[in-house]
């Protein structure tokens, strides 16, 4: 007894499936080719003008024919050109475009369809831009005939989610570029970056955090993917600083990393879940490491011209940022204490903050620079 053939809402699920995820469209492909008793499926993207393959999705191939089709057949495919004349979503069967006898003995027929055993094909182009084409076809053996009208009306069905599934493939692509963009940024910062759950389960770190992590510097780790300190004294009062922070009584909290200099910063952030279009927002908590070996170059220009800071506050919050404690900072920048916590005042007072944590978080937020291809490291 035959296979049920596939319902246009199991191709739909698949197809969508394809969009989402570019390896799966050889399932959609697989039951629109057994939908309409084909041997074989493809879905392309070419050129319009030029005999040139950009991007290539098949079922039930030969290999050898499809690698044949994408490096040189594919300028004596007989049917190229009168899907570009088409209008857009108009379904063609390749006998209405050639004779079966012409297409016998064509150079296309011989190169890919005798290979994969197929003769009559049918499909379109779903979507044009610029210079580019992509379009769905459908193969099958000479013995099961030409496709019909009321087949090709059949797969005129499924182009508008073609389309649509095109679109959400170049969202998705120019995301993850983006998202590879804004990665490579945040593993260029000076300081290192976790982002955790209520939990302190880490969800993504930047490259400093990972190397922090690899080595233990300061203690620091990884335990049952939670970011801990090895240190049980530390590892304590840490757990007590996100616990304050993930119930809201804080908005961020600053904890010294023994007498380093170094400091770990934690700070709420909720995000729009993005399992669910009506789900909750998740809490989670930015952990960012200050590490005096690696130094926050505050932006200067950038402090001055959104808060007004001289260039002595702005030194004082260099300082800072490298994890230093008040009196170090006198120390260092050769002021008495009165200053430095008269210039910290101010500083607070311009950014519109009342504690050191909410500082340094508008600092790490907004005002921290990359380095420059000159600076040192």
Known sequence: MPLAKPTAPDLLESLYDGA???ERWPRFLGQLATRFD?????LRITDIEKPRVYTSFTQGFDAEANRRYMEESVAVDLFRDALSAAPLGTTLASHEIVSDREFERSAHYQMVFRPNGNFYAMGAQFE????RAAHIGVHRPRRAGPFSRSEQRELDIFYPHLKRAARMMQLMGEFEVALGQARAALDCLPYGVWLVDRQRRCQWSNAVAEEAMQTHVYGLGLSGERLQLRDAMEESRWRSVCDRVSRGEISADVMPLGHSGATLVAMQY???SARALMGPEQEALLVFLLDPERPVKPNAQRLHTLYGLTQAEIRLLGELLRGYELSEISACLNLSIHTVRAQLKSVMRK???TRQAQLIRKLLMVCAALPSDGDAH
């Open 351 to 353: 950014v519109g903050v």
């Open 128 to 131: 044009r831009q610029a210079s």
């Open 20 to 22: 989402m995820n570019p």
């Open 38 to 42: 084909g041997g074989t499926a493809s």
């Open 270 to 272: 909720r995000r729009p």
